[in-house]
């Protein structure tokens, strides 16, 4: 008996039942596929074909198990920017300012859309690190990029903890598609600017002082390592401009040459002036010089200023301004120029300060007389300016010298200071021309009685020499 299994024909013996023949293992339908053949010409291809399928099958899952993938195919090299030469524009630099920098490189066809180079500049630290400085963008054109760096001031202190006073930079180069180059070391500086302070002061367009016969002062009539008592007189007619040449140290040369503003201020009466000028001051320099005019004129009147401090101020350009220095200078301001006699130091003294404030002949010849009315009386002789020695008239009565005492100068200039009744005269007129007023004249000496018409000069010698007041007329012609 027999009965169909879906792999073969089972036969079963039906007089033995438990004795019939096993069917064969049921196989899969995979087996059954690749199952080999009995017989017949196809079987050794077979065999080969399944070899090689079960080779790759193995190598199949050996890469898998290495976690292999399917491998693309190898791609293109990408395209590289050389960049070369990285330069800064000069090779010393300051702080805080800006400088050049560039470098070479040339883009290839597939990224020349791609121009941009970016620079980014680096302080070394005292202990060797670096600091960012700055970063600036370029673009690479006919085989080269620039850019301009700022070069700002590390943050950096010195073993006293003051700032550094210089720093090395360096800057490095960088495109997206290549690699970073950087450029040689730029020492660069902290700037040093110029001080300055007034040294001399010379005055031009002034009309010079005689030192009471023993000549004029000379230039500079302001220095400053002198004592204020030895700085020269100074004097100007009447609504005139000031011009000084100012010569000033250079206390702290610049690292660069650089333009200096020089400005000055002071207030002579009524009138304020002021002084603005620019001098400019190289490394080198020592000493420096400008020639300056006051914006305003003196006072239009006469006067005598004893107490104006001229302030001096600089500044560099791009500085704060700095106090330079303070000067002060005797000044007397005339009516006019002087006329036919010297410029004596004691003359202005007693007329500038007597007629200050007169501005025509007649008011100043009033009020210039005045000195000699507040002087009456022993010991209250006006001084001369040279040495302080009292002025007098026939100090040593009877015995007064004869001669060399008739003159202006001979009161100037003389030791005990004293002259008789011409000398005196003449002292007055003097007075008056160096002011420019030359209608005064000496006409006749008369003792003091009711019909001698004159003005009061002081006597200074004892009245029981000479006991008569002598009375001096300086007649001015119409």
Same mark, same amino acid.
């Given at each position: 008996?027999?009965?169909?299994?879906?792999? !073969?024909?089972v036969?079963?013996?039906?007089?033995?039942?438990?004795?019939?023949?096993?069917p *064969?293992a049921?196989?899969?339908?995979?087996?059954a596929?690749?199952?080999?053949?009995?017989?017949?010409g196809?079987?050794?291809?077979? /065999?080969?074909?399944?070899?090689a399928?079960?080779?790759?099958?193995?190598?199949?899952?050996?890469?898998?198990? /290495?976690?292999?993938?399917?491998?693309?195919?190898?791609s293109?090299?990408?395209p590289?920017?050389?960049?070369s030469n990285?330069?800064w524009?000069?090779g010393?630099?300051?702080?805080?300012e800006?400088?050049g920098?560039?470098?070479?490189?040339?883009l290839?066809a597939? @990224?020349?859309?791609?121009t941009?180079?970016?620079?980014?500049?680096?302080?070394?630290t *005292?202990? !060797?690190?670096?600091?960012?400085?700055d970063?600036?963008?370029?673009?690479?054109?006919?085989? /080269?990029a620039?850019?301009?760096?700022?070069?700002?001031?590390?943050p950096?202190?010195d073993?006293?903890?003051?700032?550094?006073?210089?720093?090395?930079?360096t800057?490095?180069?960088?495109h997206?598609?290549?690699?970073?180059?950087?450029?040689?070391?730029? =020492?660069?500086k902290?700037?040093?600017?110029?001080?300055?302070?007034?040294?001399e002061?010379?005055?031009?367009g002034?009309?010079?002082?005689?030192?009471?016969?023993?000549g004029?002062? *000379?230039a500079?009539?302001?220095?400053?390592?002198?004592?204020?008592t030895?700085?020269?007189?100074v004097?100007y007619?009447?609504n005139q401009k000031?011009?000084?040449?100012?010569?000033?140290?250079?206390?702290?040369?610049p690292s660069?040459?650089e333009?200096?503003e020089?400005?000055?201020?002071?207030?002579?009466?009524?009138?304020?002036?002021?002084w603005?000028?620019?001098?400019?001051?190289?490394?080198?320099?020592?000493q420096?010089?400008?020639?300056? =005019?006051?914006?305003?004129?003196?006072p239009?009147?006469?006067?005598?200023?004893?107490?104006?401090?001229?302030?001096?101020?600089?500044k560099?350009k791009?500085?704060?301004?700095?106090?330079?220095g303070?000067?002060?200078?005797l000044?007397y301001?005339?009516?006019?120029?002087?006329s036919?006699t010297p410029?004596?130091? =004691?003359?202005?003294? @007693?007329?500038?300060?007597?007629?200050a404030?007169?501005?025509?002949?007649d008011?100043?010849?009033k009020?210039?007389f005045?000195?000699?009315?507040?002087?009456?009386?022993d010991?209250k002789?006006?001084?001369?300016?040279?040495? !302080?020695?009292?002025?007098?008239y026939y100090k040593?009565? !009877?015995? =007064?010298?004869?001669?060399?005492?008739?003159?202006?100068?001979?009161?100037?200039?003389?030791?005990?200071?004293?002259?008789?009744?011409?000398?005196w005269?003449?002292?007055q007129?003097?007075m008056h021309?160096?002011?420019?007023?030359?209608?005064?004249?000496?006409?006749?000496?008369?003792?003091?009685r009711?019909?001698c018409?004159?003005?009061k000069?002081? *006597?200074?010698?004892?009245r029981e020499?000479?006991?008569?007041?002598?009375?001096?007329?300086?007649?001015?012609?119409?």
């Amino acid at each position: 008996m027999a009965y169909q299994h879906p792999v !073969g024909i089972v036969m079963l013996d039906p007089f033995n039942p438990g004795k019939g023949k096993d069917p *064969p293992a049921k196989k899969s339908w995979e087996e059954a596929l690749i199952q080999k053949p009995k017989g017949g010409g196809s079987g050794p291809r077979i /065999k080969a074909e399944d070899e090689a399928s079960n080779q790759l099958a193995e190598e199949s899952e050996e890469d898998f198990k /290495k976690g292999d993938k399917v491998k693309d195919p190898p791609s293109p090299p990408k395209p590289e920017v050389v960049l070369s030469n990285p330069k800064w524009q000069a090779g010393s630099a300051f702080f805080d300012e800006t400088m050049g920098a560039s470098v070479e490189g040339t883009l290839p066809a597939e @990224i020349s859309h791609l121009t941009r180079v970016t620079f980014t500049v680096n302080a070394k630290t *005292p202990d !060797g690190k670096t600091e960012r400085i700055d970063v600036q963008d370029g673009h690479l054109a006919n085989g /080269k990029a620039s850019v301009v760096l700022t070069l700002w001031s590390p943050p950096f202190k010195d073993m006293q903890g003051k700032p550094v006073q210089q720093a090395d930079y360096t800057f490095k180069a960088k495109h997206r598609d290549g690699k970073e180059v950087e450029s040689p070391k730029l =020492t660069v500086k902290r700037k040093i600017h110029s001080k300055l302070s007034l040294k001399e002061l010379t005055f031009k367009g002034n009309n010079p002082i005689d030192n009471d016969t023993f000549g004029n002062f *000379p230039a500079p009539e302001w220095k400053v390592a002198r004592a204020q008592t030895d700085q020269a007189p100074v004097a100007y007619a009447r609504n005139q401009k000031i011009i000084l040449d100012a010569k000033f140290a250079v206390d702290v040369q610049p690292s660069l040459a650089e333009p200096v503003e020089i400005s000055a201020k002071t207030k002579f009466g009524s009138s304020s002036l002021e002084w603005k000028g620019t001098v400019n001051v190289n490394p080198g320099d020592t000493q420096v010089t400008l020639n300056l =005019t006051s914006d305003r004129t003196l006072p239009n009147e006469v006067g005598c200023f004893e107490t104006s401090d001229i302030s001096w101020h600089m500044k560099p350009k791009g500085q704060p301004e700095a106090a330079a220095g303070t000067s002060r200078n005797l000044l007397y301001v005339t009516l006019g120029d002087p006329s036919g006699t010297p410029n004596y130091w =004691t003359l202005l003294e @007693i007329s500038c300060k007597g007629a200050a404030g007169a501005k025509d002949e007649d008011a100043f010849v009033k009020e210039s007389f005045k000195p000699f009315t507040n002087s009456l009386g022993d010991g209250k002789g006006i001084r001369r300016k040279r040495d !302080g020695v009292e002025l007098t008239y026939y100090k040593m009565g !009877g015995g =007064t010298p004869s001669s060399g005492v008739f003159a202006c100068s001979d009161l100037l200039s003389r030791g005990d200071g004293t002259g008789r009744c011409g000398a005196w005269a003449r002292f007055q007129v003097a007075m008056h021309q160096a002011h420019g007023v030359t209608s005064s004249a000496v006409i006749g000496v008369c003792q003091s009685r009711p019909n001698c018409l004159s003005s009061k000069i002081a *006597p200074s010698p004892p009245r029981e020499a000479f006991p008569s007041l002598l009375r001096i007329k300086a007649k001015r012609n119409a």
